[in-house]
């Protein structure tokens, strides 16, 4: 996780089986072929961490898991561990998604724990934040996120690789994305509760958009203030159009760096 470039990060959810891996070798040879300026990462299912993780070192792409608990062994069925993804190859684990925090009733105290185990096993935490529509629409985004953040944040961060995820519950999988305005807003508040809570180390640290980002929208997205990159669901699945949201991110980088 190079904190000065962009950082754009495939969430595959319950998807990849039979045509996945032919799809992940596309992105791999790829980024062989034309090795990119962003920091790139899958998070497959978990089936498919290790063999990933074996055909994405040459390319440069980390593997992440899709969540992890908090616990690092026991009679926990059907749960994977913090560590077991390390073992298993790992750098990332994404908790507080939320579609976790819907389906399986994952509060910020349980987030909280789950970034912490990340720390413990050596992996970098992406821990995800954001409204509902119906928080969105009663004015409430920016102080659900912020107490969300103030929620999942523990000490054990201070210091260490993690990045954050603004991830609107309304955009995700739905073709529907916040202004950029709004994406500004949030990413600006974000980062005021982020300091808030862990001092100035976390004045550097990546905040990912997520959220119906695609080839189209990807470049104006990933060029707003605080936007250090993206988590991407849907689009993430086809080689060909991850790799033109990489190459979105290359070009906002390129415009920052005109800029600045
Ligand atoms: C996600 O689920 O993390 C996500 C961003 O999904 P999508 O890009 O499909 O909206």
Redesign the pocket.
């Known amino acids: 996780m190079k904190q000065s470039v962009k950082m754009i990060v495939g ?1 595959w ?1 319950m998807n990849g089986e039979s045509t996945g891996a032919k799809e992940f070798e596309r992105l791999a040879a790829r980024l062989i072929e034309d090795p990119c300026r962003v920091d790139v990462a899958i998070c497959p299912p978990a089936t498919l961490v290790e063999r990933f993780a074996r055909m994405g070192g040459p390319a440069g792409i980390g593997i992440g898991g899709q969540d992890c608990h908090p616990e690092p062994r026991g009679a926990y069925t059907g749960s994977i561990s913090a560590e077991l993804l390390f073992e298993a190859g790992c750098a990332f684990v994404i908790v507080g ?1 939320s ?1 976790r925090r819907q389906l399986c009733a994952e509060t910020d105290a349980i987030v909280s724990a789950k970034a912490d185990a990340a720390i413990r096993a050596g992996l970098a935490p992406i821990i995800c934040v954001g409204e509902t529509l119906a928080e969105r629409e009663a004015g409430e985004a920016v102080a659900v996120v912020r107490q969300q953040i103030l929620g999942s944040l523990s000490d054990r961060l201070a210091g260490r690789e993690w990045a954050l995820a603004y ?1 609107p519950v309304w ?4 073709g529907r994305t916040p202004t950029l305005e709004q994406v500004a807003e949030i990413h600006a508040a974000a980062r005021e509760a982020m300091t808030e809570r862990l001092g100035d180390c976390a004045r550097h640290t990546p905040i990912l958009y ?4 695609n080839v189209d929208n990807a470049r104006e997205i990933l060029a707003v203030e605080n936007v250090g990159g993206a ?5 993430s699945l086809k080689a060909e159009d991850f790799i033109a949201i990489i190459h979105a991110a290359e070009l906002a980088l390129v415009a920052a760096g005109a800029q600045g």
């Open positions: 969430n959810k998604h579609e991830e955009a995700i999988g739905t997520g959220g119906s980002v988590l991407v669901g849907g689009a």
